[in-house]
């Protein structure tokens, strides 16, 4: 515990210019201590400039302070001395030992660059006390004295070139170092130790920026994980259900087969049975006929063939009869036309599962390379194996417009955003330039000043829909749900950054954040749009007996998107439905056996 208390006292006592104890204390006006020695020579630097600093706080003086030894400093020095000398240990491994102890050497406290020796608290105290000796320097003591000794002048370094960026001799002045930079190696520190701070402080905030982030991505890492465990025992508590529910239809239907087809037997066996009672009673009739015609006796004959033709008339069974085939091709019938409905659901319905994109620990996606292997159609295309087990289907880039419309979307539009101008079918599907005359009621998302409407539905992943459009001008469009709806010019569509935008009309031209595209191909009234969402690919086509590329924009989405539609004075404009004629290639391979 003394050794600690001891340690402690040595630090308050040091010299914030050498860091070593105090020599010859002296206190400066804003109350800090310095070696005389030490504050005389930065200060001497100072003298140029008529303004003096202290080192440690920077407080100027005008003009230069008169500096007087500080005599209580100096007795507690004493005082710590002899505390030290009495606690004197001897070296041990790593210390450095005085030289001029004999017998057991103790551990050195300083070094003098002078002498060349390291010095313990006892065989120090000539250089504190013999004036000649006073002059020396004196530093913590080191084993590399050598190093702090000038190689070619034999003489201590304590002068700092700045040219050069080298510790140097008063003689490497006048010679190699002779109108260099050089500056005392204690004022060097001073500044250098500032820097350090300054460095540290750096240091220190992106220190404490990554601890930040590491923090930051872990809760991350512990959400998506979260976040994953979820969405895995949601899909197989859903899918549990819909096996269930699947199930629990299999078994109503069979249950209503069997019940069909027990109604039908009970019938049946009823018929069955009345029909075996008049066989056996028309082969009894008919014996007693063959027995009637062997009689000889003629008025015998003639007295029983009347009584059977009175009794004889035939039962007339036409009018019971048993299905022949019974209604169960209408129930096959209806689960395959279900079996059909449900697959185009499964295809629809999860290709709007937006593909997943990575963090912000990853670069940037607009500095991503598109992957050899396109990831994002992973949830794009799905089909029912013969086991009715949901499997993905390959999906490579579209060239045929039976690839294309794999990906068919049968979009609606939104009443909700259409404009006053506009009049939309009752399908929702058609939508035509009328003028004024009629207003919708209020609605948020209504477009108040621009003749425009977006679709109901929201596209994610790959999307294609057609469109046929007549008149002078019209837009066909893709826009994030964000758009301004409130205003006029920048709330058409490609006159800002969240839409792109198909102009038909003549000349006809592609328009993004204001920036038009003219296109030298004339338009066809029939127009397809495919959108790849995860590859950034927008592309317009134009559809008669062939399908030819109009454009395509290569971008990065950063929101799902929606068809946008601009209609002019006397035009019109309808999202198409494929034939089914069209469609039967899309549902080839999804087909049960």
Same mark, same amino acid.
């Given at each position: 515990?003394?050794?600690?208390?001891?340690?402690?006292?040595?630090?308050?006592?040091?010299?914030?210019?050498?860091?070593?104890?105090?020599?010859?204390?002296?206190?400066?006006?804003?109350?800090?201590?310095?070696?005389?020695?030490?504050?005389?020579?930065?200060?001497?630097?100072?003298?140029?400039?008529?303004?003096?600093?202290?080192?440690?706080?920077?407080?100027?003086?005008?003009?230069?302070?008169?500096?007087?030894?500080?005599?209580?400093?100096?007795?507690?020095?004493?005082?710590?001395?002899?505390?030290?000398?009495?606690?004197?240990?001897?070296?041990?491994?790593?210390?450095?030992?005085?030289?001029?102890?004999?017998?057991?050497?103790?551990?050195?406290?300083?070094?003098?660059?002078?002498?060349?020796?390291?010095?313990?608290?006892?065989?120090?105290?000539?250089?504190?006390?013999?004036?000649?000796?006073?002059?020396?320097?004196?530093?913590?003591?080191?084993?590399?004295?050598?190093?702090?000794?000038?190689?070619?002048?034999?003489?201590?370094?304590?002068?700092?070139?700045?040219?050069?960026?080298?510790?140097?001799?008063?003689?490497?002045?006048?010679?190699?170092?002779?109108?260099?930079?050089?500056?005392?190696?204690?004022?060097?520190?001073?500044?250098?130790?500032?820097?350090?701070?300054?460095?540290?402080?750096?240091?220190?905030?992106?220190?404490?920026?990554?601890?930040?982030?590491?923090?930051?991505?872990?809760?991350?890492?512990?959400?998506?994980?979260?976040?994953?465990?979820?969405?895995?025992?949601?899909?197989?508590?859903?899918?549990?259900?819909?096996?269930?529910?699947?199930?629990?239809?299999?078994?109503?239907?069979?249950?209503?087969?069997?019940?069909?087809?027990?109604?039908?037997?009970?019938?049946?066996?009823? @018929?069955? !049975?009345? &029909? +075996? /009672?008049?066989?056996?009673?028309?082969?009894? =009739?008919?014996?007693? *006929?063959?027995?009637? #015609?062997?009689?000889?006796?003629?008025?015998?004959?003639?007295?029983?063939?009347?009584?059977?033709?009175?009794?004889?008339?035939?039962?007339?069974?036409?009018?019971?009869?048993?299905?022949?085939?019974?209604?169960?091709?209408?129930?096959?019938?209806?689960?395959?036309? @279900?079996? !059909?409905? &449900? +697959? /185009?659901?499964?295809?629809?319905?999860?290709? =709007?599962?937006?593909? *997943?994109?990575?963090? #912000?620990?990853?670069?940037?996606?607009?500095?991503?390379?598109?992957?050899?292997?396109?990831?994002?159609?992973?949830?794009?295309?799905?089909?029912?194996?013969?086991?009715?087990?949901?499997?993905?289907?390959?999906?490579?880039?579209?060239?045929?417009?039976?690839?294309? @419309?794999?990906?068919?979307?049968?979009?609606?539009?939104?009443?909700?955003?259409?404009?006053?101008?506009?009049?939309?079918?009752? #399908?929702?599907?058609?939508?035509?330039?009328?003028?004024?005359?009629?207003?919708?009621?209020?609605?948020?998302?209504?477009?108040?000043?621009?003749?425009?409407?977006?679709?109901?539905?929201?596209?994610?992943?790959?999307?294609?829909?057609?469109?046929?459009?007549?008149?002078?001008?019209?837009?066909?469009?893709?826009?994030?749900?964000?758009?301004?709806?409130?205003?006029?010019?920048?709330?058409?569509?490609?006159?800002?950054?969240?839409?792109?935008?198909?102009?038909?009309?003549?000349?006809?031209?592609?328009?993004?954040?204001?920036?038009?595209?003219?296109?030298?191909?004339?338009?066809?009234?029939?127009?397809?749009?495919?959108?790849?969402?995860?590859?950034?690919?927008?592309?317009?086509?134009?559809?008669?007996?062939?399908?030819?590329?109009?454009?395509?924009?290569?971008?990065?989405?950063?929101?799902?998107?929606?068809?946008?539609?601009?209609?002019?004075?006397?035009?019109?404009?309808?999202?198409?439905?494929?034939?089914?004629?069209?469609?039967?290639?899309?549902?080839?391979?999804?087909?049960?056996?």
């Amino acid at each position: 515990m003394a050794e600690a208390s001891i340690s402690v006292d040595q630090d308050q006592f040091c010299c914030p210019v050498c860091l070593d104890l105090l020599k010859n204390p002296v206190t400066v006006p804003c109350g800090h201590s310095f070696c005389m020695d030490c504050i005389k020579g930065c200060w001497d630097q100072e003298d140029q400039s008529g303004v003096y600093s202290c080192p440690q706080c920077r407080e100027t003086f005008t003009p230069r302070p008169v500096l007087r030894r500080s005599y209580f400093i100096a007795e507690m020095l004493e005082k710590l001395k002899k505390i030290e000398l009495q606690a004197a240990s001897p070296a041990g491994p790593g210390d450095v030992e005085c030289d001029f102890c004999t017998g057991r050497k103790l551990r050195a406290v300083k070094s003098c660059l002078t002498c060349l020796a390291s010095f313990c608290e006892a065989h120090l105290k000539p250089h504190q006390e013999v004036p000649a000796l006073k002059n020396h320097k004196l530093v913590k003591a080191s084993k590399q004295l050598q190093e702090k000794i000038c190689s070619q002048h034999d003489k201590p370094i304590e002068i700092y070139c700045r040219t050069d960026h080298s510790c140097i001799c008063y003689l490497c002045t006048m010679h190699e170092h002779k109108g260099h930079d050089t500056v005392a190696a204690v004022a060097e520190t001073i500044q250098k130790q500032n820097e350090l701070k300054e460095i540290q402080k750096k240091l220190q905030q992106r220190l404490q920026e990554k601890e930040k982030r590491l923090q930051n991505l872990k809760k991350e890492v512990n959400t998506l994980k979260c976040s994953a465990q979820a969405a895995v025992e949601d899909s197989e508590r859903i899918f549990t259900e819909l096996i269930h529910s699947i199930e629990k239809k299999r078994s109503e239907v069979t249950k209503l087969i069997r019940a069909q087809e027990k109604t039908e037997l009970r019938e049946a066996e009823e @018929l069955l !049975e009345k &029909l +075996e /009672q008049q066989i056996s009673d028309l082969k009894r =009739k008919n014996a007693e *006929l063959n027995q009637l #015609s062997q009689t000889e006796d003629h008025i015998s004959f003639l007295q029983s063939f009347q009584t059977f033709c009175i009794s004889s008339e035939p039962e007339d069974s036409s009018s019971v009869s048993v299905h022949q085939q019974l209604s169960f091709d209408a129930v096959r019938k209806s689960l395959s036309d @279900l079996k !059909e409905r &449900l +697959e /185009q659901f499964c295809i629809r319905e999860f290709s =709007k599962i937006p593909p *997943l994109e990575k963090r #912000s620990t990853r670069p940037h996606h607009s500095d991503r390379k598109r992957p050899d292997a396109d990831t994002s159609t992973l949830f794009t295309d799905w089909s029912l194996n013969h086991a009715g087990v949901l499997q993905t289907v390959s999906a490579s880039e579209p060239r045929t417009r039976s690839d294309f @419309l794999q990906y068919f979307w049968r979009l609606t539009l939104d009443p909700n955003t259409v404009n006053d101008y506009l009049s939309l079918s009752e #399908s929702n599907r058609e939508v035509r330039f009328r003028g004024l005359g009629f207003q919708y009621s209020e609605h948020p998302e209504r477009f108040d000043s621009s003749p425009q409407v977006l679709s109901k539905e929201s596209v994610c992943g790959r999307a294609y829909w057609e469109v046929e459009w007549s008149g002078p001008c019209v837009s066909i469009s893709v826009s994030y749900k964000g758009i301004s709806r409130k205003g006029g010019y920048e709330c058409l569509f490609g006159r800002n950054d969240q839409s792109w935008s198909l102009r038909c009309s003549s000349p006809s031209s592609l328009r993004h954040k204001n920036i038009g595209t003219k296109l030298p191909t004339s338009l066809s009234s029939r127009i397809g749009v495919y959108v790849d969402h995860s590859a950034g690919t927008l592309s317009f086509y134009n559809i008669s007996h062939t399908m030819t590329l109009i454009h395509t924009v290569q971008t990065t989405f950063t929101q799902p998107l929606h068809a946008g539609l601009w209609v002019d004075v006397r035009s019109s404009v309808k999202l198409c439905d494929i034939k089914e004629k069209l469609r039967e290639k899309q549902f080839r391979n999804f087909q049960l056996n």
